[in-house]
């Protein structure tokens, strides 16, 4: 069929409009490092990249979790206080049990907070916001508890240096980071289990009639996301040597804005592994910049809820432009 | 059919029914116990000084939770109240008023500030429909990073506050501390905005049907931004209080007050999916509150375990209220 040159044309910008729609995350990550580049001597050099990486790890690991569970369609905003407690876990039992031994009695710790949160949401049907909530004071108070609200010093120097240790030129933990990435990408995007997380999430009544366990998916999602936090705890415990009780304070807002920034709406039922990998990226880079550039902490605690409320509005708007549109071609009514 | 439902409807209402009384005043009858109970356990619990001393603390609480309940029953959360107690607070102690003029003035634009602060807020989550929760959580770290810019994240006290000012906070009227009286009228106006005005009733039907409210011509996010406004102006007013009481603060001790509101709000009954609760109930809660923390205290549990069983009362609250809210779902649908 012909096609002229001016519908080329037209054709042409509506491809560029859309990639653009798709890919902003990937777009603002590009810009970003074009911008830091120019403005920044330090930022390029390989110290400064593994430094970047390393500290994206951390959140970057909980923000993996945190997708499952806002694909489902709920939030899960106890993981920065179970990143502390599992710190905590893992360096204070050191002396007692060895460095493997606490790790994994940390693992299994935020693995049955994260049932609990699961439990609570699927069985007793409370309101993610509020049970999380809950469990998140729990845990602080146990935590501040335990400690006696004093950071502790870890001794095991194997341990220490695990995080840090370099294989292929990349830090240790950052290549469990890459891989858990690239696996769950896998998982969600292309298993047959995994595509049922955006069924549950898409509308959960239709899921249950449809026979898939929606309480398993949601219970499996809670669990899966504080087994991943308590896991960046031990890998953040392992890199600063130290178990303390107030680590983690931004972590649950780094992890959501990352998160919905990567593309994975509130609303549940969308969102890719790989986007948020680009989302944390981005909001790594943001903070290393403002480090770079000598911003003070004060402003960047306004920027983060600037940011927040940003990329929900964004959220917002996108969502309801869908429906619109699915409104005109008759997919809902 | 619709004969015999109207009939038991009516007895429903009409007849003495000790389940419903029960179920309605159970915060009463909870705290009645828990009075008792401790009353037994410790001998310095059921003292005049020490009752004084729970009214007290529970004022502070009490003042913040009234606000947000109008939040609660609108359907929403508000979790950025305890940074905007911290603002109020830190702009009166920073600007250390030492004569009449200065003191209205320090007032006025703390409460002007806490109004701004529910302005946007209400604007945010009544017209664009956003999530409250993540919004306002959002806007607590935005007025955080306001008031650690404004004190340099320092340490701020007032050496030589008015003197009337600051007997808001200290002094008391016969027996009763101003405090106390303050909490008091606050409890009273704001039942009686929620009961006897038409901006009440209106938002007793946004927190039960949005839809609905909106279709039968309410003003909906108008409704909605009124009640951000009204939880951020009761932090505003706690604030005051407390900087007029203790006189200095750290920047971020507002950091985790709206916790003990929110749990003081579903203790007392009003239910977290909207348009149910009473200010009276949530006065209930916020005295059960304060009666658990206090025997906590006198019985030598560390805050932070305090803290602990603060967050399991809040759940096991919130899963009683699912529970009757989901088994009076479904005599409805029956």
């Not at chain 1, 074009?34 to 110290?47: D, E, K, R, W």
């Not at chain 2, 000790?18 to 005043?25: A, D, G, K, R």
């Amino acid at each position: 069929m012909f096609i002229s040159v001016k519908d080329k044309e037209t054709r042409m910008l509506r491809d560029l409009v859309m990639f653009f729609r798709k890919y902003n995350v990937l777009v603002l990550t590009l810009g970003l490092i074009i911008f830091l580049s120019v403005f920044s001597n330090v930022f390029t050099t390989p110290q400064n990249l593994k430094n970047l990486l390393l500290q994206v790890t951390t959140d970057g690991i909980v923000a993996i979790g945190m997708t499952f569970v806002i694909i489902t369609g709920g939030i899960d905003l106890s993981v920065g206080k179970v990143v502390a407690l599992s710190s905590v876990i893992v360096i204070g039992l050191q002396n007692h049990t060895g460095s493997l031994v606490s790790s994994l009695i940390a693992l299994v710790v935020g693995l049955i907070i994260g049932t609990l949160n699961g439990l609570l949401i699927a069985k007793v049907k409370i309101n993610p916001f509020i049970t999380t909530l809950g469990i998140r004071i729990f845990v602080e108070g146990l935590t501040l508890g335990i400690t006696n609200t004093r950071p502790i010093s870890g001794t095991d120097p194997t341990f220490a240096s695990f995080a840090t240790n370099t294989a292929f030129g990349i830090p240790n933990a950052s290549l469990i980071f890459i891989a858990l990435i690239l696996i769950c990408h896998y998982y969600l995007a292309y298993t047959s289990h995994g595509r049922l997380f955006y069924a549950v999430g898409g509308n959960k009544e239709a899921s249950w009639l449809a026979g898939i366990k929606v309480d398993k998916y949601l219970i499996g999602a809670y669990a899966f996301t504080s087994l991943m936090a308590a896991l960046a705890g031990v890998l953040l415990a392992s890199r600063i040597n130290t178990g303390s009780p107030i680590i983690g304070k931004d972590t649950d807002l780094i992890v959501i804005i990352s998160v919905i920034l990567g593309g994975t709406s509130m609303a549940g039922g969308s969102g890719t592994v790989l986007g948020t990998f680009f989302g944390v990226l981005t909001l790594g880079m943001l903070n290393n910049g403002m480090n770079l550039l000598g911003i003070y902490d004060f402003y960047q605690t306004i920027i983060l809820g600037v940011l927040l409320v940003l990329v929900m509005l964004f959220d917002h708007f996108y969502i309801a432009r869908t429906k619109k549109s699915k409104k005109r071609i008759g997919i809902i009514n | 059919m619709s004969e015999l439902n109207k009939t038991q409807e009516l007895n429903k209402y009409h007849s003495f029914n000790l389940t419903q009384i029960v179920s309605q005043n159970m915060i009463w009858m909870v705290l009645l116990i828990a009075i008792i109970f401790f009353s037994f356990t410790s001998p310095v619990f059921f003292t005049v000084s020490n009752m004084m001393g729970i009214l007290r603390q529970s004022a502070l609480v009490g003042i913040l939770a009234v606000g947000v309940t109008f939040a609660v029953i609108g359907g929403s959360f508000d979790l950025s109240v305890g940074m905007t107690l911290g603002l109020a607070a830190v702009i009166i102690i920073k600007m250390n008023p030492d004569n009449l003029f200065g003191a209205i003035f320090s007032v006025a634009i703390a409460l002007l500030m806490c109004f701004l602060i529910g302005v946007v807020n209400g604007f945010l989550i009544g017209k664009f429909e956003l999530n409250s929760m993540m919004t306002t959580i959002g806007m607590k770290y935005i007025v955080w990073g306001i008031i650690l810019i404004y004190t340099k994240a320092q340490h701020v006290w007032a050496p030589t506050m008015y003197p009337s000012l600051k007997a808001i906070g200290v002094s008391s009227v016969g027996n009763i501390p101003i405090l106390v009286i303050i909490f008091a009228l606050t409890v009273i106006i704001g039942q009686l905005i929620l009961s006897q005005t038409r901006f009440g009733r209106y938002l007793y039907a946004t927190g039960g049907n949005k839809t609905a409210a909106f279709l039968s011509g309410i003003n909906v996010w108008r409704v909605m931004m009124t009640s951000f406004i009204i939880s951020a102006i009761s932090a505003g007013i706690t604030g005051i209080v407390i900087a007029a009481r203790v006189g200095d603060v750290d920047p971020s001790f507002g950091n985790g007050r709206e916790f003990d509101a929110l749990t003081a709000v579903v203790l007392g009954g009003t239910s977290l999916l909207g348009g149910k609760g009473s200010v009276i109930g949530t006065l209930g809660g916020v005295l059960l509150l304060g009666v658990i923390t206090n025997a906590m205290t006198i019985l030598g549990l560390s805050i932070n375990y305090q803290l602990m069983v603060k967050a399991c009362v809040l759940i096991i609250a919130v899963a009683i209220d699912v529970y009757f809210s989901k088994r009076q779902g479904n005599k409805n649908a029956s």
